[in-house]
């Protein structure tokens, strides 16, 4: 049964004026309380997970896959189902096995994705496995040397038994040394230029340790976890080369994934200190993500901005006491074309079917106190 909740800010067990309301339920009942503070939107019952801040006006199915965008009407409160919570929620903490592979259903896909960046941003990019049941495709995207260099491959898993810390492709390896601590991503074969016919051998050994626990969000069927950390090692193509610490999140994720819901999205990046996501659905938006107090606190974010300000964004969350960065990208992003799940590629041009056009690179953060520290910035618009 899928339910949808407002979250009243005053809301205790014991207070009655509080009720919860299913979905389809032509009366819902509202709370007494009359301040307007934000919508949730929730998920099956029996699939634990957390909710996700919600701002709209009208109640909607948003994709095949179930993701429900909440009513509301005036300044009316619906409460949470009293065992969902504000996410991102760290009671419901990640298990060990839940970094491993997950077996899959049809439809579902599973995507293991490190995105990087050196610390003065010239040397930067990712690389990412992802799953179906029947097949992996795997992407390694590098800008070093101001050039931009890619490999991508979809090939059927081999028959036989999986190893459950082997989250590789047929050649980038991918393997979890410790569940949610460390991993070994290592890549030796050709890259080619996106833009030409000029390839290269590429070698990039790195390792994976993790700077804080990770964070689960939830989407129904789609499970999604994100956690702060650092590659170090060394990567080359051709005479280029780097060795060192990178900075990295990653994000881990399995399920049925919600490709084509968005009308834009815009992840923001600076690892200890937050991870912001911020998704356009028309004349409404979700937000999630968590910010990092100096002392390793960590407070979900309340209802994050972006402003466009000349050739940067303007970041706040004054609700959950996020101040004013400026954000301005260092380099020319990576650019990738995303069609439905499981169909990613890099090219010069869009191609039919392709639905998203997604900008990813690294980028500078000026928090409000004026400190300078360098993330990770993407952007995604749809195309159709």
Known sequence: MWYTSRVCEEYSPARQGCQTTKMGDPQPTSCAHPRLDRSVITFPLGIP??????????????GSEGLIAVHMEGNKHLTSQPNTHTMPDRDIPL??????????EPNEHEAFYFPFTSPDGTVFGFIRTLFDRDAVLELVALHIGGRTWV??????LPDGQVRVTDASGSSLTLTCREPWQAWCCSFHSTVR?????????AELDLDFAATGPPARYSFGPYQQAQQDGRLSGRLQIAAEQWTGELICYRDHSWGQRPMGAAARWTIASVPGHFYVVIIEMGDQQVYFGQLTT?????????TPRLAAVGEGWRLDDPDAGMGTWHVKRLVAPLVAYLGPAGEEAFRDA??????????IGPALFI???GEQFVGLLDQARRLT
Do not use: C, N, W
């Open 367 to 369: 928090s409000p106190g």
């Open 193 to 201: 230029q996106v833009s030409g016919e000029k390839a290269s051998l």
């Open 49 to 62: 997970g957390r909710t996700v801040a919600f701002q709209g006006q009208t109640s909607e199915m948003i």
């Open 151 to 156: 490999h991508q491959q979809h090939a059927p």
């Open 350 to 359: 869009p191609r039919p079917g392709d639905l998203y056009l997604d900008e």
């Open 95 to 104: 298990a060990p096995e839940e970094d491993h592979r997950h077996p899959l």
């Open 294 to 302: 100096p002392d390793s606190q960590f407070i979900p974010v309340h």
